[in-house]
């Protein structure tokens, strides 16, 4: 059993990080692992390896142009990355700022009074708008992508289309699902043409999955919360294709994180709320027989999920070959699909 963090590490040369995504979005390289055996392919070439009935489960989540840059009536920077909505005009935030704003101070946003720092909770702070208008438009107007910290560039406007997924609609997330990012209208199309389907869950990433694991025991480190939505439809449609012998695959870790907590007590059941699931060694996976995902940061909580799956040996082998031959790594990379 490798309970510790730094049995999930690999050399990662800098080079292979993507800054950029491809032009096209089913363009991307895929490597394909059935058991012991690997492939190289486009992720076009996906739909090779999906069966009539097989059953996709994709994250619909929407992410919010989450990033403010604002100042207080000093002057002093403040960038603000909201974490979730608590409610229509409030929210949940990471703050940077040289002096942190205290409770009842005003931030401004292009020179006009906009939030209200209200709470200090932990490492957050909890912010309302000034008032009492809704954050999404604010957000929409005044915010930016809230593209990760391994990503050194600035956001541009095709950002806002290109850090989404063409499912996207429940807004609420801080990072994309970026399995998804790979799939096209015309992809998914072709994929229920040859008789596989698609069903939807909700998982809001928020900006904790960037958050290192401090602690060296896996056991010690706590996972931070997020919001999940799991319904009765699709949780029907997932014992259908179980009944009929076909596969359930899992686009993306969050929607394995999200259909696992469905299923923790041993029975896959609808559910609506905060996970903190943590897939590590011990863990027996109850409901996906395969996962598409990109590749993940060293001594990550997901990068210890995708060798629980398919096996730490299996995993070591598969990241060694990706980074000799050099896959693009990361939100704006390449995908695998895993098939243990």
């Known amino acids: 059993m490798k309970n510790k963090i730094s049995d999930y590490d690999y050399h990662l040369p800098e080079s292979l990080i993507a800054q950029f995504p491809k032009e096209d979005r089913e363009s991307s390289r895929l490597l394909v692992a ?24 994709i994250n619909n989540t929407r992410v919010l142009p989450a990033r403010v840059f604002a100042h207080k009536e000093t002057g002093g920077a403040v960038e603000i990355l909201v974490e979730r909505l608590l409610t229509e005009t409030s929210f949940l935030a990471q703050t940077r700022a040289s002096k942190s704003p205290k409770v009842g101070q005003i931030v401004y946003v292009e020179n006009k ?19 009492g208008s809704p954050v999404f438009p604010i957000l929409e107007k005044m ?3 809230p593209l990760p910290p391994y ?19 429940e807004k609420g997330a801080v990072a994309a699902p970026t399995a998804g990012l790979h799939f096209t209208k015309a992809l998914m199309k072709a994929i229920e ?7 939807e869950v909700t998982l809001h990433v928020g900006a904790g999955t960037f958050k290192p694991v401090r602690e060296e ?16 439809e699709t949780v029907d449609k997932i014992k259908e294709t179980k009944a009929n ?40 996976f109850h409901v996906i027989d395969a996962l598409v995902t990109n590749f993940h940061l060293p001594k990550s909580t997901l990068l210890v999920l995708v060798s629980m799956f398919m096996g730490y040996d299996r995993i070591q082998k598969i990241y060694q070959h990706a980074v000799e031959d050099e896959y693009r790594f ?10 243990p």
């Open 34 to 57: 059935q058991g012991d055996n690997m492939e190289d392919k486009v992720f076009k070439d996906i739909i090779d390896y999906i069966e009539p009935g097989d059953l996709l489960v």
């Open 245 to 284: 012998g076909k596969k359930v695959i899992a686009v993306g870790t969050t929607v394995c994180r999200s259909l696992e907590t469905a299923a923790l007590d041993g029975e896959l059941k609808p559910f609506e709320g905060d996970t903190n699931i943590f897939i590590k060694p011990g863990f027996e």
């Open 217 to 232: 025991d896996l056991d010690k480190h706590v996972m931070h919360k997020e919001w999940i939505s799991v319904s009765r």
């Open 330 to 339: 990361f939100s704006y990379g390449d995908a695998m699909l895993l098939m």
């Open 151 to 169: 990503i050194t560039r600035n956001d541009s406007d095709f950002d806002k289309e290109r850090y989404q997924t063409v499912f996207n609609k």
């Open 143 to 145: 915010g930016h992508m």
């Open 113 to 131: 009074p906009v939030f209200k720092m209200i709470e200090r909770d932990d490492a957050f702070f909890i912010y309302e708008t000034v008032d």
């Open 193 to 199: 043409e040859k008789g596989a389907s698609f069903t």
